[in-house]
């Protein structure tokens, strides 16, 4: 962490340095940092301005959400930038992302590189812009394009925020210098954002806005629209409803569930065992063995993300049960086999993936284990799973996983044995469904409970589970069945916990992260609620337990409650413990060798 101060002839020039996005950290001393580094600049004798930018073309990231009980350090620093006695000129180029904005719109006059890039995304994860930018945004640029970026989180175009007026001027040059020529000439002068008038346009923005919102777990957009809805001349008063507004928003537990949902997809990233410091990007090439609809699917969102193919037939012949990818990695890493899994049933409890290192072959007839690396692209949505096997190399795994980010997808890793983490989820998931049903129990009730708890859909009209049920009269989605509608949701996450920390238990998942991504992008989980292990730390591990126990004991569980969630209840831990020490990190507030102890002597 570091501010870069230099004087440049009656300019001081203020760069941020901070990690690779430039965070905005109170908890690192950034802030501070950059608070004394304006105070000294306008004590310089002659000084007629200050640029503030970004080290390494990124002007700021956004505010650190580890600081988000500390948020009126930022919002001090934003008013002394605001109120200076000199003109503050903000050189943007990269991002500006989130609280890198709303330290924009405290500046008084914003300068962007054509690489320049803006958004407001804190409605994703159930907040609101709180460190005046539900202030000082609609003032400058008008109340409705103001609310499209607060309630969308869209990142738009330096052009495009020259035409709303979020910025002064493009330069095609080299953006630091152009502001500190405009900060030396002395005649830019002081323009406060907060000094600015209501806009004329909110009453008919917030209305309309007003009216399109739907029914949702995430409060914030009514927020945002009720921050935009108190501007008036006092702009303190405004800025006290604000933070008072985002303190509520994150306490929220579907703000608490998004801000998981955020940090999982992140670590899931981050391979276990694999050089955090080789950055492995996705092949130049790839061959795909075999056409059919599925490679030709394939093909096609290779090329779009830019990886040359071509395609062949399967040597085994056009029944191959396998989909073969020859991923040919330019950056250093051999060249390698990717198959899609074949799912297979012979269990009618799960579906498992198939994987055998011994029939994969390179073009000499060799065993290449090493090289072959399966993936399986799981549910609906954007998932897919690589699958790590003992003799996988790390460059063949992480390339696959490169490839998968590439392609756009959420890539998570699992192990070699043990089946699909998403199928063995979606199973779980419609098993008490099944058993719903021979009780009685409507489809279409069953469906209501968990789209109203939040699911994207529910399991029958999904196709999880076929029923003879489905397409009854909406009179009997609407009768009272044997089960509440709290049962039927209860029910089902139990099983989807409990299959979950199985999937630890067997060294199929690494994280319980993992596992809420794969039922977020999967099984249309909502992400209000941050994913089923999430939601089980929420209610407590030792009321779960005691729940499975019922469960299990009344024959209404088929496995008996996982080690993971009995040694964790008993040490009064949590699974995000788990998942820290599985992390090598320290466990917060609690031993890491009690929890480690408990767990290993269960197993």
């Keep these: 962490m570091t501010i870069e101060v230099e004087d440049l002839r009656k300019v001081?020039?203020?760069?941020?340095?901070?990690?690779?996005?430039?965070?905005?950290?109170?908890?690192?001393?950034?802030?501070?940092?950059?608070g004394a580094a304006l105070a000294r600049a306008q004590?310089?004798?002659?000084?007629?301005?200050?640029?503030?930018?970004?080290?390494?073309?990124?002007?700021?990231?956004?505010?650190?959400?580890?600081?988000?009980?500390?948020?009126?350090?930022?919002?001090?620093?934003?008013?002394?930038?605001?109120?200076?006695?000199?003109?503050v000129v903000m050189a943007i180029s990269g991002p500006a992302l989130g609280g890198g904005v709303?330290?924009?719109?405290?500046?008084?006059?914003?300068?962007a590189a054509r690489t320049a890039a803006f958004a407001l995304p804190e409605v994703g994860?159930?907040?609101?812009?709180?460190?005046?930018?539900?202030?000082?945004?609609?003032?400058?640029?008008?109340?409705?394009?103001?609310?499209?970026?607060?309630?969308?989180?869209?990142?738009?175009?330096?052009?495009?925020?020259?035409?709303?007026?979020?910025?002064?001027?493009?330069?095609?040059?080299?953006?630091?210098?152009?502001?500190?020529?405009?900060?030396?000439?002395?005649?830019?002068?002081?323009?406060?954002?907060?000094?600015?008038?209501?806009?004329p346009d909110a009453a008919a923005a917030i209305?309309?806005?007003?009216?399109?919102?739907?029914?949702?777990?995430?409060r914030a957009p009514e927020r945002i629209l009720d921050c935009v809805a108190n501007l008036s001349g006092d702009f303190a008063a405004g800025m006290r409803l604000e933070a008072q507004w985002l303190d509520e928003l994150v306490a929220s537990e579907a703000s608490r569930g998004l801000r998981h949902a955020f940090f999982a997809h992140r670590a899931a990233m981050h391979i276990p065992g694999l050089d955090k410091g080789r950055r492995v990007g996705p092949p130049a090439t790839a061959h795909i063995?075999?056409?059919?609809?599925?490679?030709?699917?394939?093909?096609?969102?290779?090329?779009?993300?830019?990886?040359?193919?071509?395609?062949?037939?399967?040597?085994?012949?056009?029944?191959h049960p396998e989909l073969v990818v020859t991923l040919d990695e330019t950056s250093g890493a051999p060249q390698f086999l990717a198959t899609e899994a074949a799912a297979v049933t012979a269990s009618p409890r799960r579906a498992a993936t198939s994987y055998d290192a011994d029939s994969v072959q390179d073009a000499d007839g060799a065993r290449a284990a090493a090289k072959h690396v399966q993936f399986h692209c799981a549910g609906p949505g954007a998932l897919m799973e690589v699958i790590r096997a003992p003799g996988t190399a790390p460059a063949a795994l992480a390339a696959m996983a490169a490839l998968g980010k590439a392609m756009g997808k959420t890539v998570i890793v699992s192990g070699d044995r043990g089946g699909s983490i998403f199928e063995r989820l979606a199973e779980a998931y419609a098993a008490p469904v099944r058993s719903l049903l021979a009780?009685?129990?409507?489809?279409?009730?069953?469906?209501?409970?968990?789209?109203?708890?939040?699911?994207?859909?529910?399991?029958?009209?999904?196709?999880?589970?076929?029923?003879?049920?489905?397409?009854?009269?909406?009179?009997?989605?609407?009768?009272?069945?044997?089960?509440?509608?709290?049962?039927?949701?209860?029910?089902?996450?139990?099983?989807?916990?409990?299959?979950?920390?199985?999937?630890?238990d067997e060294d199929v998942a690494w994280r319980s992260a993992d596992i809420d991504v794969a039922a977020l992008e999967g099984l249309g989980f909502p992400r209000e609620r941050g994913g089923p292990m999430f939601e089980a730390d929420r209610i407590g591990l030792p009321r779960i337990f005691a729940r499975l126990q019922r469960l299990y004991a009344d024959g209404k569980l088929a496995r008996k409650p996982a080690v993971l969630i009995e040694a964790l209840a008993r040490a009064g831990a949590a699974l995000a413990d788990h998942d820290a020490t599985a992390s090598g990190t320290r466990l917060r507030a609690r031993e890491t060798r009690s929890v480690v102890e408990s767990y290993s002597t269960l197993k």
């Design 289 to 319: 063995l075999g056409r059919c609809t599925h490679s030709q699917h394939i093909a096609a969102t290779l090329q779009a993300s830019g990886v040359a193919v071509s395609q062949g037939r399967p040597g085994q012949g056009a029944g």
């Design 102 to 111: 709303e330290l924009a719109l405290a500046g008084h006059w914003r300068i």
């Design 439 to 504: 009780e009685g129990t409507p489809a279409e009730r069953i469906d209501r409970a968990l789209t109203r708890w939040g699911m994207a859909r529910g399991p029958v009209a999904a196709g999880l589970v076929c029923s003879p049920a489905a397409g009854t009269s909406r009179d009997a989605a609407l009768r009272p069945g044997p089960q509440s509608d709290a049962h039927i949701v209860e029910l089902c996450l139990l099983h989807l916990v409990n299959e979950g920390a199985q999937l630890i």
């Design 12 to 34: 001081q020039l203020l760069r941020l340095s901070n990690g690779p996005a430039n965070i905005l950290s109170v908890g690192t001393g950034l802030v501070a940092a950059l």
């Design 125 to 199: 994860l159930g907040l609101l812009p709180g460190l005046g930018g539900t202030q000082r945004l609609p003032r400058l640029i008008g109340a409705d394009r103001a609310l499209d970026l607060m309630l969308s989180g869209r990142r738009i175009t330096a052009e495009a925020a020259l035409a709303a007026g979020l910025i002064d001027a493009i330069v095609d040059g080299d953006v630091v210098e152009s502001a500190i020529r405009f900060a030396r000439d002395g005649r830019a002068p002081l323009r406060r954002t907060c000094q600015l008038p209501p806009p």
């Design 43 to 87: 004590a310089v004798p002659g000084c007629r301005g200050v640029v503030i930018t970004g080290a390494r073309n990124i002007f700021c990231g956004g505010a650190d959400l580890g600081d988000l009980g500390r948020a009126d350090d930022l919002r001090a620093l934003f008013e002394a930038i605001e109120w200076s006695a000199i003109p």
């Design 207 to 218: 209305a309309a806005r007003r009216q399109a919102l739907g029914t949702s777990l995430n």
